[in-house]
Structure formats: C-alpha cells, structure tokens
C-alpha cells in the first residue's frame, strides 16, 4: 500500500502526540491529572484508529477491495 504524503504525515503527527502523552503519564505523580492524561491518550489512539481505518478504505476504493500491505 502507497500512502500519501499527506495521509504519511497524517499518521507520523498522531504517533508523534501519542508518544508524548505517554511521556507526560509516565511522569504525572497526581493521581488526577494522570487519569485525565490516560484519558487523552485513549482519545488519541482511537483518532489514530479511525485515521488507519479511513486511510485503509480509502486505499481499498482506489484497488478495487485489494490492499497491498507489502512494500
């Protein structure tokens, strides 16, 4: 499967806020603020997610139902 440029950078920025938000997890000592930071990194998955699914049925249109995973 080829992606985009823009789908590329698209996945590259939601692993890059993942990462981060993991970062501010593992270092939050208050135990509310690290509920509230597990949270925000569940809603970044999901973004994460949705984006792959879109990305992948968007892919799928154009080969007619085939994606090619390899390469």
């Not at 823009?6 to 208050?30: C, Q």
Request: hydrophobic content about 30%; charged content about 35%.
């Amino acid at each position: 499967m080829s992606l985009s440029s823009y789908d590329y950078e698209k996945l590259i920025d939601n692993l890059k806020l993942i990462s981060k938000s993991i970062k501010i997890i593992r270092d939050e000592n208050n135990p509310e603020n690290r509920r509230f930071a597990c949270g925000l990194t569940e809603d970044l998955v999901d973004h994460l997610f949705r984006d792959i699914k879109e990305i992948a049925g968007n892919q799928s249109e154009k080969h007619n139902g085939h994606i090619n995973w390899e390469k």
